[in-house]
């Protein structure tokens, strides 16, 4: 599988979730990984960016209280999200970028994401 989303749910405002994204070597290794969302109506947004060599950005939304982190033996990229709000909601997705090349250009498909629905 190139890029899988998984572990959204429905959760209360002030919760705690932490979404996994599986994607195929070729894709991960290396490579930036990145977590986006999109809520209804919104368009797709970026909230956190990690490298191969845990260089870590946030959006400033989300900063302090989203963890990002990635697994190298599995392939994997997390999103540890906690003190959840309702604007949080959204189908959650991740993706490659190559570095040094910006994060413009994305690698994979999308993919179905995640949904996460925050409730207040």
């Known amino acids: 599988v190139q890029l899988q989303a998984s572990g959204g749910g429905l959760v209360q405002v002030g919760g705690s979730l932490r979404i996994s994204c599986a994607a195929s070597?070729?894709?991960?290794?290396?490579?930036?990984m990145a977590w986006y969302r999109q809520a209804p109506g919104k368009t797709r947004e970026r909230v956190a960016v990690?490298?191969?060599?845990?260089?870590?950005w946030y959006a400033n939304s989300v900063k302090g209280r989203f963890a990002i982190s990635r697994e190298a033996d599995k392939n994997t990229v997390y999103l540890q999200m906690n003190s959840l709000k309702p604007e949080d909601s959204g189908v959650y997705y991740c993706?490659?970028?190559?570095?040094?090349?910006?994060?413009?250009?994305?690698?994979?498909?999308w993919g179905q994401g995640t949904l996460v629905t925050v409730s207040s």
């Open positions: 993706n490659a970028h190559t570095p040094g090349e910006g994060w413009n250009s994305p690698l994979g498909r």
């Open positions: 990690i490298d191969s060599d845990a260089w870590i």
């Open positions: 070597g070729s894709l991960f290794n290396g490579n930036v």
